[in-house]
């Protein structure tokens, strides 16, 4: 059976498990409701049993969608941590720049589609039980393994600069400090990678951090080694300057009072409205 869809359309996706499933795999900060129930309810007509809920997702990873167009390359994917995966934007609202963006697109009338693989607390150079794979290593499946891709969107490394000097128990023993340089190593791994593949690479500044646990004036040089590098370097195919969207022109290691969240860190709505804003859409 077929399912017709439209752009922006909200889909809704009902699992049912016969059995134990034991440990789940799940998307942390969802921002989406998900329902639970005991029992099998796929043919409920009324949702009075799920008395459950969870803003996290569990499972599905995502939903591939075919028509006149899957033969073209025409999906942006927007790899990064918790900017990306839209900590901060209000939930249950479509809030997150990757929301903004492909608004934009749909506006424009630009048959392109947009996947968020954002990671809270994700890093581009260190996995981490807490804040799954390296983005080095998971590029090839969160990335390349897709279809269609034609343009992929790096917004990693700010957790690599925030939590570079942090011991805890989700940092493993091999948890050292980077340099600027190793950082952007990672960065041109992950271009060559997308370059053989044929897809072009748009590299993403580094966030104002001052609001991380634990910054400090040497978190500052670090950032803005690695965003000088991102901006001058030409190793991307185009830049989209997110730090400079958020930033506080009169303190620019801060973000604007209006564009943070309440934890001082992450954008709130107007933030990710002004990054998605701060894209060329040809760019994609």
Not at 109 to 133: D, H, P, Q, Y
Request: charged share 20%; hydrophobic share 35%; proline share 5%.
């Amino acid at each position: 059976m077929s399912l017709p869809t439209s752009p922006l359309e909200k889909l809704v996706v009902t699992l049912y498990f016969a059995g134990k499933t034991g440990p789940a795999t799940f998307h942390r900060v969802g921002l989406a409701t998900s329902y639970r129930a005991d029992g099998n309810h796929l043919n409920d007509a009324s949702a009075e049993a799920y008395r459950q809920s969870s803003q996290s997702s569990y499972f599905l990873s995502g939903v591939d969608v075919s028509g006149p167009f899957r033969a073209r390359r025409n999906t942006v994917v927007a790899l990064g941590d918790s900017a990306t995966d839209g900590v901060g934007a209000t939930a249950e609202a479509d809030r997150r720049y990757t929301d903004g963006l492909a608004e934009r697109l749909v506006a424009g009338r630009r048959k392109v589609g947009v996947v968020n693989a954002g990671i809270a607390g994700n890093m581009l150079l260190t996995s981490s039980s807490c804040f799954g794979e390296k983005g080095v290593t998971r590029f090839r499946r969160d990335v390349l393994g897709r279809p269609g891709v034609r343009t992929v969107i790096v917004e990693l490394g700010g957790n690599d600069i925030g939590a570079n000097w942090a011991t805890g128990a989700c940092f493993p023993s091999s948890h050292k400090p980077v340099s600027a340089r190793q950082i952007t190593e990672g960065y041109r791994a992950l271009i060559r990678a997308a370059h053989a593949r044929g897809i072009k690479v748009v590299g993403a500044t580094v966030i104002p951090l001052s609001g991380y646990p634990g910054y400090s004036a040497r978190v500052e040089r670090l950032r803005a080694q690695v965003n000088h590098w991102i901006r001058t370097s030409g190793a991307y195919d185009a830049v989209v300057d997110f730090d400079k969207a958020l930033a506080d022109p009169a303190h620019p290691e801060r973000p604007r009072p209006g564009y943070v969240s309440e934890d001082g860190l992450h954008p709130n709505d107007a933030g990710y409205q002004a990054i998605a804003n701060a894209f060329d859409l040809k760019s994609l």
